[in-house]
């Protein structure tokens, strides 16, 4: 099994700027695709972000395009989604997930993750 351990969220000014990060268990994790999920109050969980095992490919949701950054260290074991410009609709509960990369394709979705972290909660002020 995968543990993953979430940190760095917090509240924040709009226009301001955050970093998560994911620390993930097991001597794998250079094989692992790795996902950033959100949930705002109400509304269904949404992709966010996804990066490779490599960590060569990224591939983000339109809705932060531009402004988040995935990125993984597989020496630490551990990824980030850089959030920049900051906006009160990023509002929600950053979860960190897990996946193979040898199980399914590029770049999945949600019910392609088996590993799951706590959630953070992220809130942008106005």
């Known amino acids: 099994q995968v543990q993953l351990v979430e940190s760095g969220g917090g509240l924040v000014q709009a226009g301001g700027s955050l970093r998560l990060s994911c620390a993930a268990s097991?001597?794998?994790?250079?094989?692992?695709?790795m996902g950033w999920f959100r949930q705002a109050p109400g509304k269904e969980r949404e992709f966010v972000a996804v990066?490779?095992?490599?960590?060569?490919?990224?591939y983000y949701a339109d809705s932060v395009k531009g402004r988040f950054a995935i990125s993984r260290d597989n020496a630490k074991n551990t990824v980030y989604l850089q959030m920049n410009s900051l906006k009160p609709e990023d509002t929600a509960v950053y979860y960190c997930?897990?996946?193979?990369?040898?199980?399914?394709?590029?770049?999945?979705?949600?019910?392609?993750?088996?590993?799951w972290g706590q959630g953070t909660q992220v809130t942008v002020s106005s």
């Open positions: 997930a897990a996946r193979s990369s040898y199980r399914s394709g590029w770049p999945g979705g949600l019910y392609d993750y088996s590993y």
């Open positions: 990066i490779n095992s490599g960590g060569g490919n990224t």
């Open positions: 097991g001597r794998t994790f250079s094989t692992y695709t």
